[in-house]
């Protein structure tokens, strides 16, 4: 893959949620909410200067970005002001 953001876009690669409670009860696919945490693939030029660098791992809002598929495989592009914070 070979993907560029423009200005401050940032991609993300969704990090997958846990599929079982402490318990160990399975949470069924259709019960699980898409995770709000990812790591960040490439970043635009604009988003670098705000701080934001490649293989961060970033938390965003639940209803942030636009969602594309690249090489068959769903990414997340946000704007880095749409991004809350990141995990260190």
């Known amino acids: 893959m070979n993907f560029q953001p423009l200005a401050n876009r940032v ?3 969704r990090e ?3 599929t079982t409670t402490a318990s ?3 949470i069924p696919d259709n ?3 898409k995770p709000l945490q990812g790591k960040v693939l ?3 030029p604009d988003a670098k200067e ?3 660098s490649e293989g961060d791992t970033v938390v965003f809002g639940k209803y942030s970005g636009n969602e594309i598929v690249l090489d068959d495989k769903e990414y997340l592009i946000l704007n880095s002001d749409e991004i809350l914070g990141i995990l260190k």
């Open 11 to 13: 991609l993300i690669e």
């Open 16 to 18: 997958e949620e846990v």
């Open 24 to 26: 160990g009860i399975i």
């Open 31 to 33: 019960a699980k909410e």
């Open 42 to 44: 490439a970043v635009g």
């Open 50 to 52: 705000e701080g934001i």
